[in-house]
C-alpha cells in the first residue's frame, strides 16, 4: 500500500500513540496501554467464525501491544499456548502504526482480518479509505468491533481519542457500501455488544 495515502492529521495521531504506547496516559504507564485486552470479550466468536468461514490465516490490524498473541491462555478449561492455537491458524499478521514491533504493514491478503476498536480513533477523513484497506486485505471476512460514545482518554491538545463518532446506523449506511464494493467478503459488525452481520 502506498505511503502518505492518509491525511497529516493521521499521521499526527499514529505519533501520539506511539507516544502512548511508550510514556502511557494519565492513569497507565506505556508498558499497560494499549495492551489488545478489547480482543479478550471477542475471541470465542472470532473463533466460531474461523470456523464456518475454513480460514486459515488472519491479520490483527491496529493489534496494540497485542499480548494474548504471546501468551498462555485457557478457554473453557483447557490450555492452549496462544491464541493462534486455539484459533487453530496457520499464519497470524499482527500489525500496528503506533508500536514499533508491529509497524510494518501488511501487504499480502488473508482469509480474515480482525479490527477490535480501533475505527472509531481514526480521523473522520481518513475513515472511508482505511475502512476500504481492511476489504483489500480479506479474502473472506472482517471482524470488526466499533465503540459508539467518546472514550475516557484525551489526546493532549484535548480532544478525545475517538476522532470518529458515529450512530450505529451511520456505520451501517457505509458498510452497507462496502458490501456492494465487496460482495465477496463476510462482514461481522458489532457496535459495543451489538452485533450487525452482512
Given at each position: ?51 464456518l468461514s475454513s ?16 501468551k498462555k491462555i ?125
Open positions: 500500500m502506498s505511503k502518505n495515502k492518509y491525511s497529516q492529521n493521521y499521521y499526527n495521531v499514529i505519533s501520539k500513540y506511539k507516544g502512548f504506547h511508550i510514556n502511557g496516559t494519565d492513569k497507565l504507564s506505556g508498558p499497560k496501554t494499549f495492551l489488545g485486552h478489547s480482543l479478550v470479550k471477542w475471541i470465542v466468536k472470532i473463533k466460531d467464525i474461523i470456523i480460514s486459515k490465516s488472519i491479520i490483527d490490524y491496529g493489534c496494540g501491544k497485542a499480548f494474548l498473541y504471546e485457557n478457554i473453557l478449561n483447557r490450555d492452549y499456548k496462544n491464541l493462534q492455537e486455539y484459533w487453530d491458524l496457520q499464519d497470524i499478521y499482527l500489525y500496528d502504526p503506533a508500536v514499533e514491533k508491529y509497524s510494518e504493514e501488511p501487504t499480502k491478503r488473508a482469509d480474515g482480518i480482525i479490527c477490535t476498536d480501533v475505527i472509531e480513533h481514526i480521523p473522520e477523513e481518513d475513515i472511508i479509505t482505511f475502512i476500504n484497506d481492511l476489504f483489500k486485505l480479506a479474502n473472506k471476512f472482517i471482524f470488526v468491533v466499533i465503540a459508539t460514545v467518546p472514550a475516557s482518554k484525551y489526546f493532549d491538545d484535548g480532544r478525545n481519542i475517538h476522532l470518529c463518532i458515529k450512530t450505529e446506523n451511520e456505520w451501517k449506511g457505509i458498510f452497507m457500501r462496502f458490501k456492494k464494493k465487496y460482495p465477496d467478503i463476510d462482514q461481522h459488525i458489532f457496535f459495543n455488544d451489538n452485533q450487525y452481520k452482512m
